[in-house]
């Protein structure tokens, strides 16, 4: 704090309480009864000349404060009007009313202390306006020289005039108040209603009552404040507002101290709703840089893009040193406690690297399984133009071939040869169903064309034990159906092979966003996914698309083998 | 008999129209796909359409579509798939309409021209036609105390004869028995499977392999 800025705090802190208590002297000295607002005076003005410079000294370069302490000054010079005096009389006149008018500009600046608007700046000075109103109604009152020493121009119509200007103006501005701070309490998100309310809804209850006293004193024609009470409870309120809110935050701060317990306590994935909560801010998000590069990542390792700092929304980093670690993105009310946020990011320091060290793992993992999906589907697009490729290209060739051999041999007239070419048609037509099986076995058309169930229908009908298909549902998605399909294949090659089954069942149905697919047999049991690599080949398709392979096999009750992929 | 023929495979497509020719089938027109085939059928109005299963652009079962698309609009023209599936949910696709003569024949069936020609000079008479092997798959199939053990061999064989298609004539010319007889047998197979009788065509063929394959 610069010296300056201490003679300051010194000046304000004594003179205040005392500039109040010296007018009310002055009421006193001369045998005036004391005004009845005296008390209330005194206290506003102290309180908000502490609580003023208590924000000045936290955020000195939000203007609040300063403007809160200003406010609390100017309380106090109505007072010295009662010093017998003509030129305090007229200073006291002048002044008389202004805190109101930057009790306004404060109210109106809360909480940056700045005007951002243009038309808020237009406002706040018309307001200030109501000031020079004011000094010319002094200047033009009916009142002589000895009493009002600024009573230097007697013109009773225009000081009417004068005042009804002051009271209409003032009734508009509190109006136009009501309006500004009730849209700000309405578009507030959850926290800023927290931080700012206090402050707002006093605000409210204060441009109310001004508005109100403005009316009742054009009907009843008396002294602001002395008919209407509320607008002094107001003005008390406002400091009072401001304090509490000081003490909440400071209330908030100790909250930190429980979060580090709770963090200890509880596993990962559980900070971002554990800073949401001590930072009163429900939307909250915590994303978590990853080691390599600049990408951030939710507690589940999804990658999250950061918003874009806007009206609503910032984000303050944390990090151990020069390292960042994390990004909290919060309401931009919480800016207004830079201090809780730094006690909060200081408190969860350890426990936040951990939190980050978890989401990158589950980052890793995620790319893993992304990619082993993508080389599972890209095992199968080769499948499936390999099985194209057979058809199209080498069965067609042979098909030909055949067909010529067969011309030809219709024109040999050598029976010798005529019988080497109807024995070369024939291991070609041989070769040719062989292919055709082979192609199949690659990748069975019928799957794509005609889906599942008939492809899982092909597969029972050469199968040499009998198999009952059962089907509830239509298509699923082509990765799903090909994963089933295999699983299918292979969970009846191992009823030929090992069950020594007597029937078989194939049951295809979708339940709850899942496919099952399940083959069951009544043979010996037994069977180990990780006896050969047929079954665990089949859980890694299988976990490839999030789904799992359940392989139910007691020794004498049968096998069950049941993928469950997701499907919706 | 006049022949339309579409494969997109030039080397095939020339191929069986060779051999056709030389067995005195006129090929009356060439396509290389759907679109081309519908136009030379509405052109050329051939007796018997023989379509690949694939063809451009997706090859898949355009084969089928086509046959359908053809017979809807001409229904005298019979349509012959050629298929390189084993698969009865081919057949039952392409038999899925009542009207119009179909076949489903493996590809492989143009090797032996024999059974080619007489597939065609069926549907040319309105008949259905199904590949012998499916139906032959479909028969072996292993099942657990089915209907069809009940049947005597001869029933057997004529089920299968049913299943590729053949009417109650054709059953008994390739069994050398008179027709009343194949009746009989083939109301004894109906009853026994418990499938109507008043199967005809397209229909009675579409019953029976839907049975087989179940």
Not at chain 1, 405 to 427: C, G, H, I, K
């Amino acid at each position: 704090m610069t010296p300056r800025a201490r003679l300051a705090w010194f000046v304000l802190l004594v003179a205040g309480p005392a500039f109040v208590v010296f007018g009310e002297l002055g009421f006193w000295l001369n045998g005036i009864a004391p005004r009845e607002t005296f008390p209330l005076d005194l206290g506003v003005s102290s309180l908000a000349i502490a609580s003023g410079l208590v924000l000045w000294r936290l955020r000195p370069e939000n203007r609040t404060g300063l403007l809160l302490g200003v406010a609390g000054i100017l309380w106090t010079i109505g007072g010295i009007r009662a010093y017998r005096n003509a030129w305090a009389f007229g200073v006291g006149q002048c002044f008389d009313g202004s805190q109101d008018l930057v009790l306004a500009h404060l109210l109106i600046a809360y909480p940056s202390g700045r005007l951002g608007h243009r038309s808020l700046r237009v406002l706040v000075t018309a307001g200030y306006g109501l000031f020079v109103v004011g000094v010319l109604e002094t200047i033009t009152m009916d009142l002589p020289r000895r009493v009002n020493a600024f009573a230097v121009w007697h013109a009773p119509a225009l000081h009417g005039t004068l005042s009804t200007i002051g009271s209409v103006g003032a009734g508009m501005y509190a109006t136009t108040g009501i309006a500004i701070i009730g849209r700000r309490w309405l578009r507030a998100g959850y926290s800023r209603r927290r931080v700012l309310g206090p402050v707002l809804l006093a605000a409210l209850f204060f441009a109310l009552a001004v508005a109100v006293d403005e009316v009742v004193q054009a009907i009843v024609g008396s002294e602001p404040g002395i008919v209407f009470f509320p607008p002094l409870v107001a003005r008390l309120l406002i400091p009072v507002a401001f304090l509490f809110g000081l003490a909440r935050s400071r209330l908030d701060r100790l909250v930190v101290g429980d979060l580090v317990l709770e963090l200890d306590a509880s596993g990962a994935g559980t900070m971002q709703a554990a800073l949401a909560r001590a930072l009163h801010d429900p939307g909250l998000q915590v994303g978590y840089r990853l080691d390599d590069g600049d990408e951030f990542v939710d507690s589940e390792g999804e990658p999250l893009v950061l918003p874009v700092e806007d009206a609503d929304h910032a984000i303050t980093y944390v990090g151990r040193g020069d390292a960042q670690l994390a990004a909290i993105v919060h309401e931009r009310a919480l800016l207004e406690q830079p201090s809780l946020i730094e006690a909060v990011s200081a408190a969860v320091g350890l426990a936040l690297d951990n939190e980050r060290l978890h989401a990158q793992l589950r980052n890793q993992l995620q790319v893993l399984r992304a990619s082993r999906a993508r080389l599972v589907r890209t095992a199968d697009s080769e499948r499936r133009r390999l099985e194209r490729d057979l058809h199209d290209g080498a069965q067609q060739r042979l098909l030909a071939l055949g067909l010529a051999l067969n011309m030809l041999r219709a024109r040999v007239e050598d029976a010798e040869s005529a019988q080497l070419l109807a024995e070369a048609e024939e291991e070609l037509a041989t070769a040719v169903s062989e292919l055709r099986e082979l192609a199949r076995g690659i990748h069975p058309a019928i799957l794509t064309d005609q889906g599942l169930a008939a492809a899982a229908r092909t597969l029972a009908s050469r199968s040499a034990v009998p198999v009952e298909v059962v089907v509830n549902g239509g298509r699923f998605p082509p990765a799903v159906e090909t994963a089933g399909y295999y699983v299918i294949a292979e969970a009846l090659a191992n009823v030929m092979r090992y069950a020594h089954a007597g029937r078989a069942r194939i049951e295809i149905r979708e339940a709850a966003g899942l496919a099952l697919i399940e083959v069951s047999d009544d043979g010996v049991g037994g069977a180990d996914s990780r006896r050969g690599t047929g079954l665990a080949g089949l859980a890694d398709r299988v976990g490839a698309l999030d789904g799992r392979l359940v392989v139910e096999s007691a020794a004498g009750t049968g096998t069950t083998v049941r993928a469950e992929i997701p499907c919706a | 008999m006049r022949v339309a023929l579409a494969d997109d495979s030039l080397l095939v497509r020339e191929g069986l129209k060779r051999v056709l020719t030389d067995a005195g089938i006129e090929v009356c027109a060439e396509a290389s796909d759907a679109a081309e085939l519908a136009e030379a059928v509405d052109r050329h109005l051939p007796d018997v359409v023989i379509a690949d299963i694939r063809m451009p652009p997706t090859f898949t079962d355009e084969g089928i579509r086509a046959a359908h698309t053809i017979i809807a609009r001409h229904p005298r023209v019979a349509v012959l798939v050629l298929s390189q599936y084993v698969d009865a949910d081919y057949a039952l696709a392409l038999l899925e309409d009542d009207d119009g003569a179909r076949g489903y024949l493996l590809k492989d069936r143009v090797l032996r021209i024999a059974d080619l020609t007489d597939a065609l000079a069926r549907l040319e008479r309105g008949e259905t036609v199904v590949d012998p092997e499916l139906v032959d798959q479909l028969l072996r199939r292993a099942r657990v105390a089915s209907p069809l053990d009940g049947l005597t061999d001869r029933e057997r064989h004529v089920l299968s004869l049913m299943a590729e298609g053949l009417t109650d004539r054709g059953i008994a010319e390739r069994l050398w028995l008179s027709p009343k007889t194949v009746e009989t047998h083939v109301r004894h197979v109906l009853q026994k499977l418990g499938l109507p009788e008043d199967h005809t065509r397209n229909r009675r063929v579409q019953a029976v392999l839907a049975y087989l394959q179940r």
